[in-house]
């Protein structure tokens, strides 16, 4: 693990897809997931309602060693809650330029806002 890795996760929420995050106006939560971009899959995601929560940043971590073939990559969504409501974050896994009728893996968030 690196320094950047570890200070984007001090003081914001991970969210958990098994049941209803509850998070105050302002603050920071984050989804963390693993992908393989030597595959051509990669995570895709959509706000239900993007007045109520925004994306902040997104952000890559490698923590392979050099010439890894097929190696997979961490990478962290942080968004930040707008306004009380409540709010499903959607990720589905599939290959940007062939899209299957159903994505290799998908999670969804449900946020209620308080």
């Not at 003081?11 to 971009?37: C, D, G, K, Q, R």
């Not at 010439?67 to 290959?95: P, T």
Request: with cysteine; charged share 25%.
């Amino acid at each position: 693990m690196n320094k950047e890795y570890e200070n984007l996760k001090l003081n914001t929420i991970v969210l958990s897809h098994n049941f209803i995050n509850v998070i105050t106006v302002h603050e920071h939560m984050l989804i963390e997931l693993a992908e393989s971009p030597s595959t051509g899959y990669r995570w895709h995601h959509t706000i239900s309602d993007p007045s109520t929560l925004t994306l902040e940043e997104k952000q890559t971590f490698n923590f392979n060693k050099l010439n890894i073939v097929g190696g997979s990559q961490q990478i962290i969504w942080r968004f930040k809650c707008l306004k009380c409501g409540e709010c499903k974050i959607h990720f589905d896994y599939y290959k940007s330029w062939k899209r299957e009728s159903f994505p290799l893996d998908e999670y969804t968030y449900i946020v209620k806002v308080e």
